[in-house]
């Protein structure tokens, strides 16, 4: 059975750093797409960037220059390198993919305390 799971979420002071990742499993060909997506307290779900399997990406305005997501050729496996975070980028993190159809992992908190 095809899934996400991500890992690496925390707690980190503004300003601070952080690596979330995503493994993908039961695949047999590349995602086609894969993403992050996050969901402010309160709010509703919003998209972080997205890479495509030949390497293009795509990023919110908001997380631009600060964040930067990578894939490795050839794998169902994402990372988002988050940096200058900010109090208002606290949220639950879901990593994303699509092929033919829309998978989503089951979220990974990210909490960025002032």
């Known amino acids: 059975q095809a899934q996400l799971v991500e890992s690496g979420g925390g707690l980190v002071q503004a300003g601070g750093s952080l690596t979330i990742s995503c493994q993908g499993s039961?695949?047999?060909?590349?995602?086609?797409?894969m993403g992050w997506y996050r969901q402010p307290p309160g709010k509703q779900r919003e998209l972080v960037a997205t890479?495509?399997?030949?390497?293009?990406?795509k990023y919110a305005e908001s997380v631009k220059g600060r964040f930067t997501i990578s894939r490795e050729k050839g794998k169902n496996a994402i990372d988002l390198q988050m940096s200058s975070l900010k109090r208002e980028d606290t949220g639950v993190y879901y990593c994303?993919?699509?092929?033919?159809?829309?998978?989503w992992g089951q979220g990974t908190q990210v909490t960025v305390s002032s």
């Open positions: 039961g695949w047999i060909l590349e995602i086609d797409v």
């Open positions: 994303y993919g699509s092929t033919y159809a829309e998978y």
């Open positions: 890479i495509t399997y030949d390497g293009k990406v």
